[in-house]
């Protein structure tokens, strides 16, 4: 059975620590996706305006209720404030527009997908970029005022639960110190290499619930930056075929997949894994059965490498680094 945490006091939002990702997951291939993961107890599916795929996943769940296995209320589902809609004048029409496609009437998570903004193509939301292909910055986001938008949909009851991701520190903590509905969960890069110590810190301290995306080192991401944004990074990592990982994984019978979601499970850290296999999207589930000991979590703790391990910097957005908001400043 799925198990889930609380996100409120009063435990009245439970979300279940594993969900399936589906970034990068075509419109065709993320409904098989989504039926073959909901069909095997999954409840928790994330997406994101920017995935492009909201409206196969609408498709997918009104097909799910149709088949008499399962209800809205019994989902939790999650998408992203894109970052062409992040200013408080537009935060409303997003969320609108990302629900409607999503055939909800609300939403359990809505997250800001990240703090810098772009301005866009009103045709098609692509964000806009200058000659030199770099992308058009807003550099007028205002993410408390985006954020104060987003508590009046809470009060309104369109939205459960408002969270961050891809926030740095300060930013989370500007927000939090703002907030009079605070952060319920931050969403950030966490895998093996770059296991995130100071953001989980500063969370644990502030009661916010930490998701990691790309929980097995989004193996694939790197033919998807090089055919879509003509940018690829040198030495992309290969956290399933660690040899550390490898052993931990024969000890237990289990995959290298599976150990990865654990190590992060037992730190307290919620994971969705994108598949659109189903075998993997059995697997990635199928992690409630063992224990990883105190010695095989000290092992795979000291696989972190950091900022070094960092895979996402959003350099394929050109220009981005150049946003005022742009969270990841150490770097440059
Ligand atoms: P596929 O969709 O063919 O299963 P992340 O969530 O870290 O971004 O990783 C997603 C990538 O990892 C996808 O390319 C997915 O491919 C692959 N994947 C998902 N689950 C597993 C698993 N248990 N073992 C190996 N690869 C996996």
Same mark, same amino acid.
């Given at each position: 059975?799925?198990?889930?945490?609380?996100?409120?006091?009063?435990?009245?939002?439970?979300?279940?620590?594993?969900?399936?990702?589906?970034?990068?997951?075509?419109?065709?291939?993320?409904?098989?996706?989504?039926?073959?993961?909901?069909?095997?107890?999954?409840?928790?599916?994330?997406?994101?305006?920017?995935?492009?795929?909201?409206?196969?996943?609408?498709?997918?769940?009104?097909?799910?209720?149709?088949?008499?296995?399962?209800?809205?209320?019994?989902?939790?589902?999650?998408?992203?404030?894109?970052?062409?809609?992040?200013?408080? /004048?537009?935060?409303?029409?997003?969320?609108?527009? /990302?629900?409607?496609?999503?055939?909800?009437?609300?939403?359990?998570?809505?997250?800001?997908?990240?703090?810098?903004?772009?301005?866009?193509?009103?045709?098609?939301?692509?964000?806009?970029?200058?000659?030199?292909?770099?992308?058009?910055?807003?550099?007028?986001?205002?993410?408390?005022?985006?954020?104060?938008?987003?508590?009046?949909?809470?009060?309104?009851?369109?939205?459960?639960?408002?969270?961050?991701?891809?926030?740095?520190?300060?930013?989370?903590?500007?927000?939090?110190?703002?907030?009079?509905?605070?952060?319920?969960?931050?969403?950030?890069?966490?895998?093996?290499?770059?296991?995130?110590?100071?953001?989980?810190?500063?969370?644990?301290?502030?009661?916010?619930?930490?998701?990691?995306? /790309?929980?097995?080192?989004?193996?694939?991401?790197?033919?998807?930056?090089?055919?879509?944004?003509?940018?690829?990074?040198?030495?992309?990592?290969?956290?399933?075929?660690?040899?550390?990982?490898?052993?931990?994984?024969?000890?237990?019978?289990?995959?290298?997949?599976?150990?990865?979601?654990?190590?992060?499970?037992?730190?307290?850290?919620?994971?969705?894994?994108?598949?659109?296999?189903?075998?993997?999207?059995?697997?990635?589930?199928?992690?409630?059965?063992?224990?990883?000991?105190?010695?095989?979590?000290?092992?795979?703790?000291?696989?972190?490498?950091?900022?070094?391990?960092?895979?996402?910097?959003?350099?394929?957005?050109?220009?981005?680094?150049?946003?005022?908001?742009?969270?990841?400043?150490?770097?440059?």
């Amino acid at each position: 059975k799925m198990k889930v945490i609380p996100l409120d006091t009063e435990g009245k939002i439970q979300m279940p620590v594993i969900g399936l990702g589906t970034w990068r997951a075509k419109p065709e291939e993320v409904q098989n996706a989504v039926l073959a993961a909901l069909e095997n107890g999954y409840k928790h599916i994330d997406t994101a305006f920017n995935y492009n795929n909201e409206d196969a996943i609408g498709e997918a769940l009104q097909r799910f209720y149709a088949s008499g296995k399962g209800k809205r209320e019994d989902l939790f589902i999650t998408t992203k404030l894109p970052h062409v809609g992040n200013r408080p /004048s537009e935060a409303e029409k997003f969320l609108k527009m /990302s629900m409607e496609k999503l055939q909800v009437s609300y939403l359990d998570l809505y997250l800001i997908h990240m703090p810098f903004s772009f301005f866009y193509n009103g045709s098609d939301y692509t964000p806009l970029q200058n000659e030199d292909g770099s992308f058009q910055l807003d550099t007028n986001n205002d993410i408390v005022g985006t954020w104060k938008v987003l508590e009046e949909q809470v009060k309104k009851g369109t939205i459960k639960a408002i969270g961050l991701s891809n926030f740095n520190a300060e930013q989370i903590q500007r927000i939090y110190d703002a907030a009079e509905i605070k952060p319920s969960v931050l969403q950030i890069e966490v895998h093996a290499y770059c296991q995130q110590r100071e953001l989980t810190e500063l969370c644990k301290k502030l009661n916010i619930t930490v998701t990691a995306y /790309s929980p097995l080192g989004s193996p694939g991401a790197n033919n998807h930056f090089s055919s879509k944004y003509n940018y690829s990074l040198d030495n992309f990592p290969d956290i399933l075929g660690h040899p550390v990982v490898k052993e931990i994984s024969e000890n237990h019978g289990k995959s290298t997949g599976q150990v990865l979601l654990r190590h992060h499970l037992q730190h307290g850290i919620t994971v969705i894994p994108k598949s659109s296999n189903s075998e993997r999207i059995k697997q990635n589930i199928d992690v409630f059965d063992f224990e990883l000991s105190e010695e095989e979590m000290e092992k795979l703790d000291s696989l972190d490498k950091g900022e070094e391990g960092r895979i996402f910097d959003f350099k394929f957005f050109k220009g981005a680094e150049n946003h005022p908001e742009y969270p990841f400043k150490n770097r440059l």
